[in-house]
T-cell receptor, first 114, second 109 residues
Framework: NAGVTQTPKFQVLKTGQSMTLQCAQD?????MSWYRQDPGMGLRLIHY???????DQGEVPNGYNVSRSTTEDFPLRLLSAAPSQTSVYFC?????????????FGPGTRLTVL | AQRVTQPEKLLSVFKGAPVELKCNYS??????LFWYVQYSRQRLQLLLR??SRESIKGFTADLNKGETSFHLKKPFAQEEDSAMYYC???????????FGTGTRLKVLA
């Protein structure tokens, strides 16, 4: 099993550009989520999904869109990149056991917005 | 609102000294609590969870509902324990997974 994979590993964007961060998992997990990691702020939840066709907002959703058309994939779209979105982005997945269970993380995407 | 607080950004201890990483939470219900660790250049991974009551790499954590705490402890720190540690809470009501701000542990030789 590959677990949780993310592409790309690094990305540099100019302000106003859009892009999609890819995330896939092969563990048949119902729950998938996106976080951003910033110094001193920890991991903050951007969006999450409890199954195909179901998504919801986390703590910091503004400027990001998600969709979940399959169980395996959960892409994160930046609509119009801003310097404040410079961060490391992590995708994670888990089974649902009441609430989301142990999170399995991808390797992260380091995004810089100039 | 549900919240996880890790009051220390950085904790430095000498090798062989005891370690305690603090975690406090606010949650209306029975919480599912976790500790995750991120070693340098590695992805985040589960260290332990309160429901399993296991000791992993010598670390333990006890849920104290009265003090709403889930502190991580190890009696004798090792240099390889140097990493970033995150406390997290799973909210079965909203399906949100909430992380604290993390504590960087440095174990000095």
């Amino acid at each position: 099993n590959a677990g949780v994979t993310q592409t790309p590993k690094f990305q540099v964007l100019k302000t106003g550009q859009s892009m999609t961060l890819q995330c896939a998992q092969d563990m048949n997990h119902e729950y998938m989520s996106w976080y951003r990691q910033d110094p001193g702020m920890g991991l903050r939840l951007i969006h999450y999904s409890v199954g195909a066709g179901i998504t919801d907002q986390g703590e910091v959703p503004n400027g990001y869109n998600v969709s979940r058309s399959t169980t395996e994939d959960f892409p994160l779209r930046l609509l119009s990149a801003a310097p404040s979105q410079t961060s490391v982005y992590f995708c994670a997945s888990s089974r649902l056991a009441g609430g989301p269970d142990t999170q399995y993380f991808g390797p992260g995407t380091r995004l810089t917005v100039l | 609102a549900q919240r996880v607080t890790q009051p220390e950004k950085l904790l430095s201890v000498f090798k062989g000294a005891p370690v305690e990483l603090k975690c406090n939470y606010s949650y209306s219900g029975s919480p599912e609590l976790f500790w995750y660790v991120q070693y340098s250049r590695q992805r985040l991974q589960l260290l332990l969870r309160h429901i399993s009551r296991e000791s992993i790499k010598g670390f333990t954590a006890d849920l104290n509902k009265g003090e709403t705490s889930f502190h991580l402890k190890k009696p004798f720190a090792q240099e390889e324990d140097s990493a970033m540690y995150y406390c997290a809470l799973s909210d079965s009501g909203t399906y949100k997974y909430i992380f604290g701000t993390g504590t960087r542990l440095k174990v000095l030789a």
